[in-house]
């Protein structure tokens, strides 16, 4: 099993350009989660899908991002403008329906705007 | 609403002490409760979790948790650190009912003195 699978790793960008992050699942997981993890304000939701379906994303901060999930193997988040406060490690993961079970995170894609 | 407070951002031990992690959690129904581990540069990974069965649960490393509903506590304990501990520690809570959210803690990063 290859666990989460996230690109790039690393991403340096300079203020104003588009940022893309990349997801793929573990297979035969149905729930979806985008964390965003930084030192002042700790690990945050971002969004989570359900079957490809968002189902809660008021932790996104405002509409400079926006989320996929266009099949069940694949989810991009894309920050557009992006901004240096924007700079975090973007972490993954994946369940089965949350709750009770555990999620499976990814190695996380570490973001640098310049 | 759900929440969990975890004292102390961060805790040292000497090698081979007592650890001691701190998380208290509040529910409005009966809570699932969880203790991830960090190491650096990667991603969460579950320790242990608590589903309403035996109230002492036993993880991964060693590590065990004990949920004591009268004091809304799920403390993280190991009788003798390794140097192979020092990492984030973080507790999560999720509800048995309705959307299941998992809430993160703020993290505890664990140091271990040699």
């Known amino acids: 099993d290859a666990g989460v699978i996230q690109s790039p790793r690393h991403e340096v960008t300079e203020m104003g350009q588009e940022v893309t992050l990349r997801c793929k699942p573990i297979s035969g997981h149905n729930s979806l989660f985008w964390y965003r993890q930084t030192m002042m304000r700790g690990l945050e939701l971002l969004i989570y899908f359900n079957n490809n379906v968002p189902i809660d994303d008021s932790g996104m901060p405002e509409d400079r991002f926006s989320a996929k999930m266009p099949n069940a193997s694949f989810s991009t988040l894309k920050i557009q403008p992006s901004e240096p406060r924007d700079s975090a490690v973007y972490f993954c993961?994946?369940?089965?329906?949350?709750?009770?079970?555990?999620?499976?995170f990814g190695p996380g894609t570490r973001l640098t705007v310049l | 609403a759900q929440s969990v407070t975890q004292l102390g951002s961060h805790v040292s031990v000497s090698e081979g002490a007592l650890v001691l992690l701190r998380c208290n959690y509040s529910s409005s129904v009966p809570p699932y409760l969880f203790w991830y581990v960090q190491y650096p540069n990667q991603g969460l990974q579950l320790l242990l979790k608590?589903?309403?069965?035996?109230?002492l649960v036993k993880g991964i490393n060693g590590f065990e948790a004990e949920f004591k509903k009268s004091e809304t506590s799920f403390h993280l304990t190991k009788p003798s650190a390794h140097m192979s501990d020092a990492a984030e520690y973080f507790c999560a809570v999720s509800s048995s009912g309705g959307y299941q959210k998992v809430t993160f803690g703020t993290g505890t990063k664990l140091q271990v003195i040699p």
């Open positions: 608590y589903t309403s069965a035996a109230t």
């Open positions: 993961a994946s369940s089965l329906p949350p709750g009770v079970n555990e999620q499976f």
